[in-house]
């Protein structure tokens, strides 16, 4: 079975740092473009950061330029996304998705997406 | 920053006809992808590359990309269609957008 599990999510204080992680199975993680969206609560979707097949190639949204580093250990067919300086804005449920594409290019899409791990920036 | 704007909402009635739109500067030179997303769970991918269904989503799905809108249709629309559905395209700053989500309604 295609599957994505995020874990790492929690409660922080702003400024503080968490990691996100996420767990592949089902499918070959080294030959696919991964990305973390996150939606605060009864939001919508905002794409936060993508990372190509083998980790040579980043992006990520002004948002969290700066703040977030994703990366990932293909090895592990795990994701992850360390988050530093957190805000109260950065609170959100955080998914990995799967790319369509090895590399992180306009034809890509999303095609499998993990339950989501929840974070929330509060004092 | 490039920006995507669909309706918040349609309604359309059991088996008639739904479209949501999504409108961009130039969008019809950039591929759309659609999402659906029901209550408490995560976005299923519909269509991508315009036009194209992933295996598992029903032919009433269909896609377009024109001029300045990407049009999500689904015909003979069923209550388990009920949903958010979430446009995306890639823009040319190397950052992917996403549309604001249309909640579609069926009564």
């Known amino acids: 079975e295609v599957q994505l599990v995020e874990s790492g999510g929690g409660l922080v204080q702003p400024g503080g740092s968490l990691r996100l992680s996420c767990a592949a199975s089902g499918f070959t993680f080294s030959n696919s473009a991964m990305n973390w969206v996150r939606q605060a609560p009864g939001k919508g979707l905002e794409w936060v950061s993508g990372i190509s097949n083998s980790g040579d190639s980043t992006v990520n949204a ?37 790319d369509i594409r090895p590399k992180i290019r306009e034809e890509g899409a999303f095609d499998i997406w993990g339950q989501g791990t929840m974070v929330t920036v509060s004092s | 920053s490039y920006e995507l704007t669909q309706p918040p909402s349609v309604s ?96």
Do not use: H
Request: a neutral charge.
């Open chain 1, 62 to 98: 002004d948002s969290v330029k700066g703040r977030f580093t994703i990366s990932r250990e293909n090895s592990k067919n795990t994701l992850y996304l360390q988050m530093n300086g957190l805000r109260a804005e950065d609170t959100a449920v955080y998914y990995c998705a799967k």
């Open chain 2, 12 to 107: 359309v009635s059991p088996g008639q006809t739904a479209s949501i739109t999504c409108s961009g500067d130039k969008l019809g030179d950039k591929y759309a992808v659609w999402y659906q997303q029901k209550p408490g769970q995560s976005p299923v991918l519909v269509i991508y590359q315009d036009i194209k269904r992933p295996s598992g989503i029903p032919e009433r799905f269909s896609g377009s990309n024109s001029g300045n809108t990407a049009t999500l249709t689904i015909s003979g629309t069923q209550a388990m269609d009920e949903a958010d559905y979430y446009c995306q395209a890639w823009d040319n700053s190397a950052v992917w957008v996403f549309g604001g989500g249309t909640k579609l309604t069926v009564l």
